[in-house]
């Protein structure tokens, strides 16, 4: 690498993208606009409709799950996951040190302490090896994170918990239609926590569903969802005399019906939309393989990925370099998120030195433009960049 390079366009060399290709679009057609105009029309555009029942209803049969409830946030989801089992104040939660801050927040809210763990330095996982040594006699769950939508050692995850006897919620965010050793990921933890955000494969704008196969857990979410009430059973039963009843404390966590329609016209494309996003993985991959300093992320044994995002890891000490290099060519390369203990509200929590997997995972990681609405000479201008800036 010559960060000289006079072709450069950080350098004054003439771009390979005169517009910028960003990092992410979402994938709306004519059915989606379609969809949210339909249920806009019909006046129902409040929480939990017909189309959110559906939307529900159509994501249980595609995970193979028993219960999906539809939410306006995964993070809303994961704060719902540990409410409902109401663990004692001060029970400490493992977290990946390397993950979003909705995954450790969730618990917090629930007046919890985390314990941040390490996780592998070439894929962002939880290090299972590590794992056993953050529990305690107060630990009694664990966060499991799928980073990038490749999924985690779930079954070695699980076993741990079966061991010590601790709840798994498994955050899905960005895994929607990766597959774990045959099965759906969303069926292998406790709970499982998906987000539909603006950015995510299947997008509802902002959104996210809890999903389980635990009726308990299911039943009390309903009604904790909805402000404590049980209005759930009310719009589906209706055997009260028009009035519904407050039952429990909650918040307001339902998702409007226009996004629940919205929900229903990206599922039925979700596996197209996924399939587009693997075609253009595996091209970068075929084009940008054998480079020197360039490394792809491991995928988990056993694992399908559904591609959310394209890492790559490149040299530490250019890093930023890189990014700003791919820039100027045109490419919108980001550098995703910090490992929790770098960040203000999390610092006290520990240094570097106790997660060297995390670190050295950050400190080489950039993501690349992949969304199955990339056109073929943008991708190649992805990897023409990438190539004249490892040249």
Same mark, same amino acid.
């Given at each position: 690498?010559?960060?000289?390079?006079?072709?450069?366009?950080?350098?004054?060399?003439?771009?390979?993208?005169?517009e910028?290709? #960003?990092?992410?679009?979402?994938?709306?057609?004519?059915?989606?606009? $379609? !969809? /949210? *105009?339909? =249920?806009?029309?019909?006046?129902?555009?409040?929480?939990?409709?017909?189309?959110?029942?559906?939307?529900?209803?159509?994501?249980?049969?595609?995970?193979?799950?028993k219960?999906?409830?539809?939410?306006n946030?995964?993070?809303?989801?994961l704060?719902?996951?540990?409410?409902?089992?109401?663990?004692?104040?001060n029970?400490?939660?493992?977290?990946?040190?390397?993950?979003?801050?909705?995954?450790?927040?969730?618990?917090l809210?629930?007046?919890l302490?985390?314990?941040l763990?390490d996780?592998?330095?070439?894929?962002?996982?939880?290090?299972?090896?590590? #794992?056993?040594?953050?529990?305690?006699?107060?630990?009694?769950?664990? $966060? !499991? /994170? *799928?980073y =990038?939508?490749i999924?985690?050692?779930?079954?070695?995850?699980?076993?741990?918990a079966?061991k010590?006897?601790?709840?798994?919620?498994?955050?899905?965010?960005?895994?929607?239609g990766?597959?774990?050793k045959g099965?759906?990921?969303?069926?292998?933890?406790?709970?499982?926590t998906?987000?539909?955000?603006?950015?995510?494969?299947l997008?509802?704008g902002?959104?996210?569903?809890?999903?389980?196969?635990?009726?308990?857990?299911?039943?009390?979410?309903?009604?904790?969802?909805?402000?404590?009430?049980?209005?759930?059973?009310?719009?589906?039963?209706?055997?009260?005399r028009?009035?519904?009843?407050?039952?429990?404390?909650?918040?307001?966590? /339902?998702?409007?019906?226009i996004?629940?329609?919205?929900?229903?016209?990206?599922?039925?494309?979700?596996?197209w939309m996924?399939?587009?996003?693997?075609?253009?993985?595996?091209?970068?991959?075929k084009?940008?393989s054998?480079?020197?300093?360039?490394?792809?992320?491991?995928?988990?044994?056993?694992?399908?990925h559904?591609?959310?995002?394209?890492?790559?890891?490149?040299?530490?000490?250019?890093?930023?370099?890189?990014?700003?290099?791919?820039?100027?060519?045109?490419?919108m390369?980001?550098?995703?998120?910090?490992?929790?203990?770098?960040?203000?509200y999390?610092?006290?929590?520990?240094?570097?030195?106790?997660?060297?997997?995390?670190?050295?995972?950050?400190s080489?990681?950039?993501?690349?433009?992949?969304?199955?609405?990339?056109?073929?000479?943008?991708i190649?201008?992805i990897?023409?960049?990438?190539?004249?800036?490892?040249k």
């Open positions: 690498m010559n960060i000289k390079n006079k072709t450069l366009a950080i350098n004054g060399g003439t771009p390979v993208s005169k910028p290709i #960003l990092i992410h679009k979402p994938y709306l057609d004519e059915e989606d606009f $379609a !969809a /949210v *105009d339909r =249920a806009m029309r019909s006046t129902f555009i409040s929480g939990d409709g017909p189309e959110c029942r559906e939307f529900e209803k159509m994501l249980a049969e595609y995970l193979g799950v219960h999906v409830l539809f939410v946030s995964a993070t809303s989801a704060e719902l996951a540990f409410r409902v089992k109401n663990f004692p104040a029970s400490e939660v493992i977290v990946p040190d390397f993950t979003y801050t909705s995954t450790a927040i969730a618990a809210y629930n007046n302490k985390i314990v763990a996780v592998y330095p070439d894929n962002g996982s939880l290090d299972v090896n590590k #794992l056993e040594s953050y529990i305690s006699p107060n630990t009694v769950a664990i $966060a !499991a /994170v *799928d =990038a939508g999924p985690a050692e779930m079954d070695n995850i699980m076993a741990i079966a010590h006897n601790l709840y798994v919620v498994h955050d899905t965010a960005q895994s929607i990766s597959v774990y099965k759906k990921t969303g069926t292998q933890g406790h709970v499982s998906f987000s539909f955000h603006g950015t995510k494969n997008t509802t902002e959104g996210g569903a809890l999903v389980t196969n635990d009726d308990t857990i299911a039943e009390r979410v309903k009604i904790l969802r909805e402000k404590g009430t049980d209005k759930y059973s009310f719009l589906t039963d209706n055997k009260t028009g009035y519904y009843e407050y039952v429990d404390i909650g918040n307001s966590y /339902v998702q409007s019906n996004n629940g329609a919205l929900g229903v016209s990206q599922l039925k494309k979700l596996d996924n399939t587009e996003r693997r075609k253009i993985a595996e091209y970068y991959i084009e940008l054998g480079i020197n300093g360039l490394d792809m992320l491991r995928i988990t044994k056993g694992a399908e559904n591609w959310h995002l394209f890492g790559v890891l490149v040299p530490k000490d250019e890093k930023y370099w890189i990014m700003d290099a791919l820039r100027a060519e045109g490419i390369a980001n550098v995703h998120y910090t490992p929790l203990h770098r960040n203000r999390y610092n006290h929590l520990g240094t570097d030195e106790m997660f060297p997997g995390s670190i050295q995972f950050f080489r990681l950039l993501r690349l433009p992949i969304y199955p609405s990339l056109n073929k000479k943008e190649n201008n990897i023409m960049a990438v190539k004249k800036i490892f």
